[in-house]
């Protein structure tokens, strides 16, 4: 009898530091991978809220030379990349910090990419495209819901194309993560929720990919039934510090899982309304996600049924489709809790976009190219991925 060779990887930073006071660290963990001179990859909101003042004070404190490269912006681009590029190498940087969320993250990530391998950042869209190692490398979280801050994805925007380039590379996952509570108290509650219903997203996704493992399953599992709780005390109260310090395992636990089991067509297509209309990455995550995992159902039910129980569903007596139908229930009535626009037209209302239909085709062709959608349960057809766009309108 013959088997299929079938192997699984699984990716995580060297090191991870989570809990109250965990910032401290910072410059011991920079020279521990070999850096003396970091270039600091974040964006104005950081700095406006003194975040970037303290961790640089820190490193000052300890002797240690810091270069701030903090223009990144939401959905960050091919340009922010290059400028950043540009900033370590006139300043003779030796290492990076990343601190912020997702836009930092992936910010600093390409510029990593390009410092150390060359060319341009748009070279190294796909998977696993480098060839040298990163620069040493510690990203230092601030909102609970990307996970970037420990995993091998980099999304960056074309900036010519309109389009959110998925980097995939084993080469970019950080050296050293750290979440630390005390970094998020300040995240307004739109913010907080954006992020943590990025987080579900990426659990749920995870928990239903193709490529999904017993590891994976175990961190998807443990992230869902956390966000279930936490999300909410989160976003009604920022100072809450154990629903901080929660969120902060939820979101890092998401990450574990869609690392290595990588996600589906709710980041293909929310990667489309990003790429095309700069919208945010959680919204529209959270938008999209029951759309799209009501088209999965199917291919999913026993999962679907889990992820009920795991939000606090009753499912008993009920059939399996029945059960699994209340996955979406939940998934639903958490967004609106906690204030997610209930269609793609009201949040492009709310930060001043206009949502077009005419647009759908051309997102629907882009969506079925992202490397995200290789691992969705259930192949979809552009047809049916326009009408999910069309649904959640």
């Known amino acids: 009898m013959a088997v299929q060779e079938q192997v699984y990887g699984y990716f995580i930073p060297s090191v991870t530091l989570i809990g109250i006071g965990a910032h401290k660290e910072i410059p011991a963990k920079i020279r521990a991978l070999g850096g003396t001179k970091p270039l600091l990859v974040t964006d104005k909101g950081i700095t406006g809220a003194g975040l970037t003042k303290m961790i640089t004070d820190l490193l000052a404190s300890e002797g240690m030379d810091v270069v701030v490269y903090d223009e990144t912006i939401p959905n960050p681009t091919d340009k922010n990349v290059h400028a950043g590029v540009e900033i370590y190498k006139k300043n003779n940087c030796d290492s990076l910090i990343t601190l912020g969320g997702g836009s930092s993250h992936d910010c600093g990530k390409g510029v990593g990419l390009v410092v150390a391998n060359g060319g341009k950042i ?29 995993t091998r994805f980099c999304i960056i925007t074309d900036t010519s194309r309109h389009v959110k380039m998925a980097i995939v590379d084993w080469r970019v996952t950080p050296g050293i993560a750290l979440d630390d509570p005390l970094l998020m108290v300040g995240m307004p509650p739109a913010l907080t929720a954006a992020t943590g219903m990025d987080a579900l997203t990426h659990s749920v996704e995870a928990y239903v990919s193709t490529a999904a493992t017993p590891m ?10 956390l966000i279930a709780k936490y999300l909410r005390p989160a976003v009604a109260n920022g100072t809450d510090i154990e629903a901080r310090e929660a969120m902060c395992f939820a979101q ?30 959680g919204e529209c995550n959270a938008i999209l996600l029951p759309h799209v995992e009501k088209v999965n159902l199917i291919a999913k039910v026993d999962r679907f049924v889990k992820i009920a129980q795991l939000m606090g569903e009753n499912t008993e007596g009920l059939s399996p489709m029945e059960a699994a139908e209340l996955a979406l229930t939940a998934i639903k009535r958490l967004s609106a809790d906690i204030g997610i626009p209930s269609g793609l037209v009201e949040l492009g209302k709310r930060y001043g976009k206009e949502v ?34 069309k649904g959640a309108l």
Request: one cysteine or more.
């Open 252 to 281: 890092y636990l998401g990450g574990m899982a869609f690392n290595n089991a990588s996600l589906g067509h709710v980041h293909a297509m929310a990667h489309q309304l990003g790429g095309f209309y700069d919208l945010p990455h």
């Open 122 to 150: 748009h070279d190294y869209e796909g998977v696993d495209k480098s060839t040298q190692p990163m620069p040493p490398y510690v990203a230092v979280n601030t909102t609970a819901g990307t996970a970037s801050e420990m």
């Open 216 to 225: 994976t399953d175990s961190a998807a599992e443990k992230s869902i039934e």
């Open 356 to 389: 077009k239909e005419e647009d759908i085709p051309t997102m629907t062709a882009n969506a079925q190219k992202d490397a995200c959608a290789l691992t969705n349960p259930r192949l979809l057809k552009d047809a049916e991925v326009a009408a999910i766009y």
